[in-house]
C-alpha cells in the first residue's frame, strides 16, 4: 500500500455502516492497484507550478504553500496520494524573501498535508512570515477530522490573524456533527470568511439530494458551499471517478433543489490552467 490508509478516531466514530459513504473515503480498496490510462501521479501539476520547495503559484496574484505533508486522515481520493513532499524548516524564511519581493501577491494560501497538523509554535512561525495586510486562507479537515486539535492555544494563535478565510472540505452530511458546528460558530464569532470545498465521488455523494442536505447543513453551521470539484485524476484513485455526462445531471438537479448561494461552483482543475474551468 503505497499511500498508507489513516483514520482518526473522531472521523471513525461517524461511521454508520459497511456501505458507509465516510467509510468508503478512507478505507483502503483493492481497486487502488489498478494502474488506470488518463490517471497521474501528479494530475494538477503540483510540480511544474512550484517556484520554491513547497510554495507554488498557479494563479495570478496568490501563492500557495504546502505548510505540512501530514493529514488526520488518508482520504482514498487525495491527489497528492502519491506525492512524497520534502519536509522545509526554512519555508518560512523562503515565503518572507518571496513576498518581500513580489508586491503583486494578495493572498498566501496554506495546505498540505493539512496545515493544522503542524505544532503550533510552526504554524505561529509560518503565520509572522506573512504580512497583516494580505489575506491567508487555511484548508483544513481538522474541525471534521479532529476537533480536539482546536485547543486554547491554536484558538489564541488564529484570533491573531486579521485576515482569515477557512475552508473546510466535507463531502457528505454525515460528517458535519455539534463538535464542528462548535468550531465554526467560534470562527465566525471572530469575523472568519467560511468556505465549503466537496469532490463529486462515486458511491458516496453522486446524488442531488445528497449534495443539497451537505449544503443545508454546512449552512445550518455557518459555512457557505465554495467548490464542487470534478475528481482530479490521480493513479489510484479511479474508482472514484463520476462520468462527467453523469456529473453534470446531477449538477443540473442540484441547482433546481438550492437557492443560488447554496449551489457550489462545479469545477475542473486542469494542469497548466490560469483558472480553473467551470464544468
Given at each position: ?84 513532499q520534502k519536509k522545509n524548516d526554512d519555508l518560512p524564511a523562503k515565503l518572507a524573501k518571496i513576498l ?61 490573524i486579521p485576515n482569515l478565510i477557512f475552508v473546510v472540505h466535507a463531502n457528505h452530511p454525515n460528517e ?104
Amino acid at each position: 500500500m503505497s499511500f498508507p490508509q489513516k483514520i482518526s478516531s473522531c472521523y471513525a466514530s461517524k461511521f454508520n455502516a459497511d456501505c458507509c459513504p465516510l467509510r468508503k473515503q478512507v478505507e483502503f480498496s483493492d481497486k487502488e492497484n489498478i494502474k488506470c490510462k488518463g490517471f497521474k501521479n501528479d494530475p494538477i501539476g503540483d510540480k511544474n507550478a512550484e517556484i520554491d520547495g513547497g510554495i507554488l503559484q498557479k494563479y495570478k496574484g496568490r501563492l500557495l504553500v504546502l505548510a505540512s505533508d501530514e493529514c488526520a486522515i488518508h482520504c482514498r481520493f487525495c491527489f497528492r496520494r502519491n506525492i512524497r513532499q520534502k519536509k522545509n524548516d526554512d519555508l518560512p524564511a523562503k515565503l518572507a524573501k518571496i513576498l518581500k519581493k513580489d508586491k503583486s501577491i494578495k493572498e498566501v494560501i496554506l495546505s498540505g498535508g493539512d496545515p493544522l497538523m503542524l505544532k503550533n509554535s510552526e504554524l505561529q512561525t509560518l503565520i509572522n512570515a506573512i504580512p497583516k495586510h494580505l489575506n491567508i486562507r487555511i484548508h483544513s479537515r481538522m474541525p471534521i477530522a479532529m476537533p480536539s486539535r482546536f485547543t486554547s492555544a491554536l484558538w489564541s494563535l488564529l484570533e491573531q490573524i486579521p485576515n482569515l478565510i477557512f475552508v473546510v472540505h466535507a463531502n457528505h452530511p454525515n460528517e458535519l456533527d455539534k463538535k464542528s458546528e462548535k468550531i465554526f460558530a467560534r470562527l465566525a464569532k471572530n469575523g472568519v470568511v467560511l468556505l465549503n470545498q466537496s469532490v463529486l465521488l462515486k458511491g458516496i455523494n453522486d446524488n442531488a439530494k445528497i449534495l443539497a442536505e451537505l449544503s443545508e447543513k454546512l449552512l445550518s453551521q455557518r459555512v457557505l458551499p465554495y467548490y464542487l470539484h470534478s475528481l482530479d485524476k490521480a493513479q489510484g484513485a479511479a474508482h472514484f471517478e463520476v462520468p462527467l455526462q453523469k456529473a453534470k445531471i446531477i449538477f443540473k438537479e442540484l441547482k433546481e433543489l438550492l437557492p443560488g448561494y447554496l449551489v457550489p461552483r462545479f469545477v475542473k482543475e486542469i494542469r497548466g490552467k490560469r483558472t480553473k474551468i467551470w464544468v
